[in-house]
Every structure is written in C-alpha cells, then in structure tokens.
Nanobody
Framework: QVQLVESGGGLVQPGGSLRLSCAAS????????MGWYRQALGKQRELVAL???????NYADSVKGRFTISRDNAKNTVYLQMNSLKPEDTAVYYC???????????????WGKGILVTVSS
C-alpha cells in the first residue's frame, strides 16, 4: 500500500518555527505534484503550499513570506518550513502526493493521515 508518513508537528510558541516532513513510499512513482493542506477547527481544508517536480511553488496568501515548501525527488519527500508561526496557523496539516502505483495505472491523489500543529503560548 502507498503510505505518506508525516513528521515534525507539535506545539510551538507564536513566532517560533517548525519543519514538517512527508515521505511517500517508494511504491508511488511518477510523482509530479506534492503539497500541504491544513484544516482548522470549524473550517474547510485549504491549500497551504504546492510544488511540482520542477520546483515551482504556490502558496496561500496567508503564509507567503513565512512558509517554504521544498522537496527531494529522490526520496519521495516534501518539506514545509514554517517560520513566524501565528496562533491562526493552528491546524491539522495533511500531506498530499499525486502519482502512480504501476506503469499502467492512472495517477491519483494520496493523502497522509495528518499531523497536528499547535501555535500557542
């Protein structure tokens, strides 16, 4: 089975930093898009940051200048460096990757289980 394993979440004070990692299993290949989404209490899941295989990136306006997405294609891993964290960044963060499990397969979206980030004093 394809697994996306997230790590790096936790509790941090406002103004602090965290780095999230998401490693997709090697059974998933031909990955183009990888990204991070988040869902806060009482809100819809929203895009945080997205990157393609060529390194192009896209960010939500609320995190521009504070968050940086990057990836290591050889490791099937995507990262999210979060700086200057605010209480409103508190959410469950989900990793997503789009890829194939076989040469003949259609590319599909795969999701991690989510990891909690809490920004609080």
């Amino acid at each position: 089975q394809v697994q996306l394993v997230e790590s790096g979440g936790g509790l941090v004070q406002p103004g602090g930093s965290l780095r999230l990692s998401c490693a997709a299993s090697r059974s998933l290949f031909s990955i183009n898009l990888m990204g991070w989404y988040r869902q806060a209490l009482g809100k819809q899941r929203e895009l945080v940051a997205l990157t393609n295989s060529g390194g192009s990136t896209n960010y939500a306006d609320s995190v521009k200048g504070r968050f940086t997405i990057s990836r290591d294609n050889a490791k099937n891993t995507v990262y999210l460096q979060m700086n200057s964290l605010k209480p409103e960044d508190t959410a469950v963060y989900y990793c997503k990757a789009n890829g194939k499990i076989a040469t003949w397969a259609i590319a599909m979206d795969y999701w991690g289980k989510g990891i909690l980030v809490t920004v609080s004093s």
